[in-house]
């Protein structure tokens, strides 16, 4: 999978590279107003390079403090949220990251989380008090998967690279457009007097460019803010092998977003889950927005198709889109991976569902990694009498194996495996609960006596 | 010269092997790594039982043989030796677990013990680190696989032997989450 992410890291790269040079062309633009000899104006570009790298190395420098400072974040250890250390621990597993993030929380009534960090290996995650209000386990885990999926893929390091270049390139821009209006006059006239045609139009490139570089900058920024939040989707699916808890999270947080979140500017808008400063509503599909609307990342989330890897969340994403996310040229080399929804849900999590034989914990206990499909969605194929096993339509052979397999053991360990008249689900019945188990825990209708 | 430019062309040949070589064992490394991290998980539910079992023993000290056989099914699982024995081993200790869990609903007092609820998260927290640690050895087994299998890795990655994915799950350890409900 993380030939995906690297072709696409190139791709980020070569975004940043090409804003490099818009950096360059403005520092040129800037010194072409004063003397429009080439070496110069290459001195002018360089300059700008500088004021870049200065400013980049500020904000390196103790970034992440400063933005979960900025943000009001405390860290918190285990014994203060212990359902939200678990989870964290378990999305680092799970993406196989050097050492687990430090934990924060933001005392904010506005759900929302985010990541820093542009070493892996010094990451940190934070999350509002409001998003820990709102969503039960399975969409925290999307949530943090997102997140981890946001340190996996380097995107604190590239969007503050990118953040910068834009701030230098708006900064420099703005200083040249000053420089011109209250001085360009008297420049005017005596380069009119040296009568240079092609000097003239040197400024008229370079006035246009400093207008200009700015918004383009900032569509290019935001357009790589925008792809690299559907990758960290992407890799969030991946991670929590259950694409429909970040998808679920989403729409909460999409509803719940009325009051925007205090204290964000716009340079930390792009780490955050849900972009924090614009309203819920209003243009989702904007250029000029940090995130992709909502509903379109839920749309692609839910289009999954009971797969859970990047090559999934591409192919959802160009159902979605019409075009591609990620690179295309490595998707055929690795294995279509199940969803934990197909896979495990559908027929095997139901046995202690609503309305269970333990149903009377759940609701003060937070749901476990596996747990019912939350309706009786697509996978659930309504089989009538004599239809085949209960499969779900795009489950890969080789899961489709592992379930055999499974099965075996199960039943090896005296399970008893019971399907479900009306809905088709396969009840999977643990010896010591034989008795008990009567009626199918998803739709209470009768169960077979025949094992599968 | 010609002799020259051949030279060139076959230590930039050499170089990309090695480029390839090392990249084969990087990967393979991490799938290695993947693998130690479920026995770091699976060793950490270990640790945790022995508390739990003292709990339960609080409030429900004469229903010794669920504990008894949770007891025996972790020395069981702690002592196995080859992956097939600790698969079986794993998988009755999930099988005794859930029984324990299951005779707790008919304990009100021991459900509402702090203590038996948090080792309760631990526990099916620690069942989900398993199951996300063999998900992650399989995406870097895959990972690893595939590297050695495409042209023109496979000319060398002969010493590198293929890794096993997960696909058999053991699965009565899953029962611990289940009971939850």
Known sequence: MWEQIRSNRRRSGFVVVAMGVLLVAVGMAITAMFAQDPGVMLLGGVAALVLWIVLWLVTVHGGDDIMLHMAGAKEIEHKHHPVLFNVVEEMTIAAALPQRPRVFVVDDPSPNAFAVGRDPKKAAVAVTTGLLRTLDRDELQGVVAHEIGHIKNRDVALLTTAGVMVGAIVMLAEIGLRTFWYSGGGRRSRSSNEGGGAQAAIMVVAILLLLLSPLLAQLMY?????????????????????PEGLASALEKLG????APLADTSKVTAPMYIVAPLRK??????SLFSTHPPLEERVRILRSMGGSADVGAYDAAYRKVKGRRIVGTHTLEASQPIPSRQ????????????????????????????????????PEVSPAGPGAPPMAPPPLPPSSRRARI????????????????????AVVKIPPSLQERVTACPRCKGDLEGQGE | MGLLIGVGVLVLIALYFIGIYNSLVRARNEARNGWSQIDVQLKRRHDLIPNLVETVKGYAAHEKETLEAVIQARSAAVGAKTPGEAGKAEGMLGMALGNLFALSERYPDLKANENFLSLQEELSATENRIGFARQAYNDAATIYNNKREVFPANLISGGFEKAELFEIEIAAEREVPKVEF
């Open chain 1, 342 to 377: 197909a896979d495990d849900d559908a027929d095997r999590g139901g046995l202690f569902g609503e309305g269970g034989m333990l149903g009377a914990v759940e609701g003060a206990r937070p749901r476990s990694r596996i747990r019912p499909a939350p309706s009786p969605g």
């Open chain 1, 405 to 424: 397999a499974s099965d075996a053991f199960l039943q090896a360990s005296g399970y008893v495996m019971r399907r479900c008249v009306d809905c088709g």
């Open chain 1, 255 to 258: 509803g719940r977003r009325a």
């Open chain 1, 280 to 285: 819920a509503s209003g243009g989702g599909g």
């Open chain 1, 222 to 242: 935001f357009a790589l803010s925008r792809r690299r939040e559907h990758l960290a989707d992407a890799s969030g699916a991946m991670f929590s092998r259950y």
